[in-house]
């Protein structure tokens, strides 16, 4: 079963509106971080914004922020005020507790499109 | 503080050829990982390293490629007599400790024909 699910191959959005790309996790751990990275065609995995399980409030990072749901296992990132610059891939991510590693679980991806 | 960098970028081989990437992390962090991404997919777990050692070897780590990260700085990877299927963005990426979150590189970009 996939650990990070991301239902959206592709989305549109207008200049300067909001978007929100979904997100939705499995883990049994009580302990996890969920992240999301932004991915321009150059190729660079860029971090945006961390949430913890234990984080009680959404967590925010300038025009991002993070739509933190943890009964319903989703974690939906919210662009606002979107830019011509905010074209490029978007990937969840996850780390469970449980694992020394700490290494990151990605889904597939979205691939954001801003039309001006 | 620079980043995490990469080089080469970009590489092309033919198959059976031996490739090496390089990979250098942020100054101080004692955590480094690769990842593989294939065109359409996220990146997933290759390895990784607390100061030298390498702790974990995911599965799709075959014989063929090794990683090391000698005096637990730079890191190299490896791949011997390439395969088409080695076709892939590797990426890397450090981390202060464990629990810190992981800068990545801008990749490298293997082609093999």
């Known amino acids: 079963a996939q650990k990070i699910t991301q239902t959206q191959p592709g989305m549109f959005v207008q200049e300067k509106e909001a978007v929100t790309l979904d997100c939705t996790y499995d883990t049994s751990d009580q302990s996890y971080g969920l992240f999301w990275y932004k991915q321009p065609s150059s190729g660079e995995m860029i971090f945006l914004i961390y949430?913890?399980?234990?984080?009680?409030q959404n967590a925010t990072e300038g025009r991002y922020s993070l739509n933190f749901q943890k009964a319903r296992k989703s974690a939906n990132l919210v662009i606002s005020a979107s830019q011509l610059g905010d074209s490029a891939m978007y990937f969840c991510?996850?780390?469970?507790?449980?694992?020394?590693?700490?290494?990151?679980?990605f889904g597939s991806g979205t691939r954001l499109l801003v039309r001006p | 503080d620079t980043g995490v960098s990469q080089d080469p970028r970009h590489k092309i081989t033919k198959r059976g050829q031996n490739v090496t990437f390089r990979c250098d992390p942020i100054s101080e962090h004692n955590r480094l990982y690769w990842y593989r991404q294939t065109l359409g997919q996220g990146p997933e777990f290759l390895t990784y390293?607390?100061?030298?050692?390498?702790?974990?070897k995911s599965r799709l780590l075959s014989d063929r490629f090794s990683a090391e990260r000698p005096k637990g700085s730079f890191s190299t990877l490896e791949i011997q007599r390439t395969e088409q299927g080695d076709s892939a963005m590797y990426l890397c990426?450090?981390?202060?400790?464990?629990?810190?979150?992981?800068?990545f590189g801008a990749g490298t970009r293997l082609s093999v024909l």
């Open positions: 990426a450090s981390s202060l400790d464990g629990t810190g979150t992981q800068y």
């Open positions: 949430q913890g399980s234990y984080d009680e």
């Open positions: 390293f607390q100061n030298e050692a390498q702790l974990e």
């Open positions: 991510a996850m780390r469970e507790g449980r694992d020394s590693s700490y290494k990151l679980i």
